[in-house]
Nanobody, 132 residues
Framework: QVQLVESGGGSVQAGGSLRLSCAASGYTFSSYCMGWFRQAPGKEREGVAGLDSDGDTSYATSVQGRFTISRDNAKNTLYLQMNSLKPEDTAMYYC??????????????????????????WGKGTLVTISS
């Protein structure tokens, strides 16, 4: 059974940093595309960062240069280092995994041959609140 469990959210002031973690179990962590998504109140969920099986990364324009996605295959853990946080980064953050083959990442999402991948597994999220 695949499980994704996020942690590391919290409340910080603008300009601060947080590191989110996503512990994965139940599948071969390193073989597939994984991503971080977020959803702010009243807004649609959006892709933040993606990391595919080749180790390529991509980011949404809004977080480029401030966020870094990485993973530790030995620990089956995905990370999102968030620096220079802004109030508009306030959202529930989710990690997600796609177990499809041939997936690549672009503009913060995982893509298959048909387009943006819907992702197969999702965590329950961790809340990030940035105050001004």
């Amino acid at each position: 059974q695949v499980q994704l469990v996020e942690s590391g959210g919290g409340s910080v002031q603008a300009g601060g940093s947080l590191r989110l973690s996503c512990a994965a179990s139940g599948y071969t962590f390193s073989s597939y595309c994984m991503g971080w998504f977020r959803q702010a109140p009243g807004k649609e969920r959006e892709g933040v960062a993606g990391l595919d099986s080749d180790g390529d990364t991509s980011y949404a324009t809004s977080v480029q240069g401030r966020f870094t996605i990485s993973r530790d295959n030995a620990k089956n853990t995905l990370y999102l280092q968030m620096n220079s946080l802004k109030p508009e980064d306030t959202a529930m953050y989710y990690c997600a995994a796609s177990v499809a083959w041939g997936i690549y990442t672009s503009d913060g999402y995982c893509y298959n041959q048909g387009g943006r991948d819907t992702m197969d597994y999702w965590g329950k999220g961790t809340l990030v609140t940035i105050s001004s």
